[in-house]
Every structure is written in C-alpha cells, then in structure tokens.
C-alpha cells in the first residue's frame, strides 16, 4: 500500500479542525452577546442573538470546508 499524498494529509487537517472551530464560533458569539449583555442590561436576548449568531457562522465554516474538500 503507498503512503497518502501530501494533499490527502492537508485534507485530513482541514477536516479535523471542523469541530473545534464549530464550537469556537458558538462560544465566540455567546460570549459576545454576553459580554453586551452585561453592558446594556438586556439579559437574556443578546446571548440568544449572539448564540444564534455563532451559530450560523460555525454551520458557514463547515459549509466551506466541506466545499473545499469535495473539490479535492
């Protein structure tokens, strides 16, 4: 069996940081909207819009990832 290509090992790198920066986008926007919650008393809904927000933008990343790696 030959070893992997050069491109199937950045695949596996690009598919392995998929988790890690799904929850760093959720917790980035959490902590956002936190954080402006606590500055103009709004809390519960800036987390919420925050949280949603971290949200979108981790199934983006995914989304893109993916993209990149079924063109390899």
Do not use: E
């Not at 992997?4 to 988790?19: A, E, F, N």
């Amino acid at each position: 069996m030959p070893p992997p290509s050069p491109t199937t090992w950045q695949l596996v790198g690009q598919l392995s940081t998929i988790g890690m920066s799904f929850v760093l986008a959720l917790a980035m926007g959490f902590g956002g909207g936190l954080w402006l919650d606590n500055i103009f008393g709004t809390r519960p809904w800036l987390s919420f819009a925050g949280f949603f927000l971290g949200l979108a933008a981790g199934v983006l990343n995914v989304y893109r990832v993916m993209q990149l790696a079924n063109k390899k």
